[in-house]
Structures are given as structure tokens and as C-alpha cells.
């Protein structure tokens, strides 16, 4: 099952507990977010204006290798939280604003919780 459909049937979590096989489907992205890189790359893509940033712009900010970065942008796509596009030869990277709506939705809770 993907991601979005598993996030989608998932209620918030102070709603009911999710079952073993959303939580072994949501886990990925959690995984993901938990890495300081990982999370700096998202915060790139994300505050960049036009929604968008250049492969060139985000391996510029960190004092890495470009394989390194490569892999880290390759495991933010594969949890679904980056998309990309080619043009030449740059790589562009945009947020898919559905996962963190719903990651968003799934983590929700009222203040009286």
C-alpha cells in the first residue's frame, strides 16, 4: 500500500491506535524526518521561494559530498516527501504538500489532550 493511502485511512492518533501495518507504513517517513540532514534538506525545499530548489542550491549548504546529499534526496522521494524533476542537467525538488498535510492530519491533536 503507498504511503498517501496508508496516510489517508489513518485516523489521528489520539482518535484510535493505528494498526501494526499503519504504523509499519507510516514509520518510513519518521524515519526519514529523523535524520538532522535529511530534515535540513526538507526545510530548504520548503522555504525556498516558488515552492521549488535546484539540486545545486541544496548540495551548496551542506559541507558534504554530492553522493551523500544524492542519497539523502533519494530517501525523502522514496518516503514521498520530495518529488523531482529534471531540466538539462539539473535536478529540481519540490515538496509533495499532500504527505505533510496528512502526516499533519495524522499527528493532529486537541489542545486538551
Known amino acids: 500500500m503507498e504511503l498517501l493511502q496508508i496516510l489517508e485511512c489513518s485516523p489521528p492518533l489520539v482518535r484510535q491506535p493505528l494498526d501494526a501495518g499503519q504504523a509499519a507504513g507510516i514509520a518510513p517517513v519518521f524515519k526519514a524526518l529523523g535524520d ?29 559530498s554530492q553522493p551523500t ?3 539523502h534526496l533519494k530517501v525523502l522521494k522514496e518516503v514521498g516527501l520530495l518529488t523531482s524533476e529534471r531540466r538539462a542537467s539539473w535536478v529540481y525538488y519540490r515538496l509533495v504538500p499532500e504527505t505533510l498535510t496528512e502526516l499533519s492530519a495524522l499527528l493532529n491533536t486537541p489542545a486538551t489532550v
Open 36 to 64: 538532522p540532514v535529511r530534515l535540513r534538506i526538507l526545510s530548504i525545499v520548503a522555504s525556498h521561494s516558488g515552492g521549488e530548489v535546484c539540486v545545486c542550491d541544496i548540495t551548496g549548504a551542506f559541507e558534504l
Open 69 to 71: 546529499i544524492s542519497h
